[in-house]
């Protein structure tokens, strides 16, 4: 099920891989109900949520304005508070703000400052099975940046040693910081990539003052914020991270595994969930002209699954079809909507995708599908096309949610519905030159002075949005 939450412009609006922006309410009333929290605008963080099956959201509500604009994280406890760490606009310091949980709904608290010095980014909070908060961040100072971690036992209202203290520093300096901190049986893990080319981490003994030594996973030259971890049930600590290959690396409470590639073209955003102790890896590849395909894998025997695509919805098109009606004549644009290559989607007729009344294009899909992507080397000029889809007995007209759109603009990113449960429930495969599938048929209306003439077009997106795997 994909859900239209918000749009945004914020430069980070799902955060980065380590930091959390969804969570479950466990217990109680609301038990099941999802929330999330995402990045609308530069200075804003907005919260949503939904009961199941998760179709209706409730409208998008602004729990903070005053952030800089990058990543949070979050962290919910026991009864449904979520604890909310971002850095605040202009003075760059670490502030969290909890969001009390009280009859179904979160409501922002005061602003607590956990750290005032120096420029802060990129924070991680957890919280002890006992309450107490952690917070770990990028300090950076004089140019280097550090990893830093404080501590709370008063729901982030005071931080020990004081704002004004950056607490305990985890890593040496390095050109670049990421943490994460995890709970994982009677430790706090901080795992950290610093200055692109290590992987480590350190970890402390609940009932300890003191840190560990730091642990180096591995070695690189593009670690970055491009990593994840996650806790099974029986204990095993799974990472996966992006070092010009999407790599998995594993702790079964004894020694950590090698590591293993599962993509050697790499990606983006890897995300690891372990669902009855089998890890499964969701992540981001690069596709065409500005696009991301969002993909999978897991190992559910001894060996992980050949990655394949995350949403049948979002990939390429099945099928791409241009039709020119003087000569009833086809021509099959599957392959060329495909690649990237310039100015290689037309009709061999005309020269052009469409151009005179009548003329069509058609995209299929062996799902529903509700977004193009369009790029043209060439846009159109003076044409007025329609957008229908075969409802089992005739092509049924529609106007796209993401507004008219007649191959105007060289590059078009168009949500033809809001999200999928708004799919109509009309919508048939039908055969068109002998190939069956659920088509989308753009139609000129009125002709085109330019017909327009095709690089790219797809059913995939950018990318950015918020993956749950349950």
């Not at 109680?28 to 200075?43: D, E, F, H, K, P």
């Not at 931080?159 to 305990?168: A, D, E, K, R």
């Not at 840190?211 to 600590?237: C, R």
């Not at 949610?401 to 809001?418: A, C, I, Q, R, V």
Request: proline fraction near 4%; charge should be negative; glycine fraction near 8%.
């Amino acid at each position: 099920m994909q859900n239209h939450l918000i749009d945004s412009d914020a430069s980070y609006p799902a955060g980065i891989s380590p930091g959390k922006k969804i969570f479950r309410v466990n217990s109680g009333l609301y038990a099941g109900r999802i929330v999330a929290l995402t990045a609308s605008s530069g200075s804003e963080i907005k919260l949503t949520y939904a009961d199941f099956p998760y179709n209706s959201w409730n409208t998008p509500a602004v729990v903070v304005d005053d952030s800089a604009d990058y990543p949070f994280d979050a962290a919910m406890d026991a009864d449904g508070n979520i604890y909310l760490a971002y850095t605040l606009e202009v003075s760059f310091d670490l502030v969290l703000r909890k969001l009390t949980f009280s009859n179904g709904a979160w409501s922002p608290g005061d602003l607590c400052t956990i750290y005032d010095g120096d420029d802060n980014y990129y924070p991680s909070v957890a919280i002890e099975p006992g309450g107490r908060l952690w917070a770990a961040w990028c300090r950076v100072a004089a140019g280097q940046s550090y990893v830093n971690i404080k501590l709370s036992d008063d729901d982030g209202l005071t931080w020990p040693t004081g704002i004004s203290n950056y607490g305990v520093t985890l890593s040496s300096a390095g050109t670049t910081a990421f943490p994460k901190i995890i709970m994982a049986g009677q430790y706090c893990y901080t795992f950290y990539t610093l200055g692109a080319s290590k992987l480590a981490y350190r970890r402390k003994h609940l009932n300890v003052t003191t840190w560990d030594a730091e642990q180096e996973i591995a070695t690189g030259a593009a670690l970055d914020s491009d990593f994840d971890i996650a806790i099974s049930d029986d204990g095993k600590i799974g990472l996966v991270f992006d070092d010009d290959k999407i790599r998995f690396i594993e702790y079964n409470n004894n020694v950590w595994s090698g590591v293993g590639d599962i993509d050697d073209a790499g990606g983006i955003f890897p995300q690891i969930k372990y669902i009855d102790n089998a890890p499964y890896i969701v992540y981001l590849t690069d596709y065409g002209l500005n696009q991301k395909r969002a993909m999978f894998t897991a190992r559910l025997q001894e060996t992980f699954s050949y990655p394949a695509p995350f949403d049948p919805k979002e990939n390429i098109l099945s099928k791409v079809f241009c039709y020119r009606a003087v000569s009833g004549n086809f021509r099959d644009l599957t392959g060329p909507a495909a690649d990237a290559i310039s100015a290689d989607i037309y009709h061999a007729d005309s020269g052009v995708i469409f151009k005179e009344s009548g003329d069509s294009l058609f995209l299929g899909m062996d799902d529903r599908f509700n977004y193009v992507k369009i790029i043209l080397a060439v846009a159109g000029s003076g044409g007025i096309v329609s957008w229908q889809y075969w409802n089992g007995q005739e092509w049924c007209g529609f106007t796209p949610y993401g507004g008219e759109y007649h191959f105007d603009s060289s590059d078009k990113e168009l949500l033809l519905w809001d999200d999928y449960h708004a799919l109509p429930a009309s919508w048939q495969k039908k055969s068109v030159n002998d190939s069956d599938c659920y088509w989308i048929k753009i139609t000129v209306l009125s002709p085109f002075t330019t017909g327009p003439v095709g690089s790219q077009i797809t059913a995939l997106t950018k990318g950015l949005g918020l993956i749950i795997m349950e």
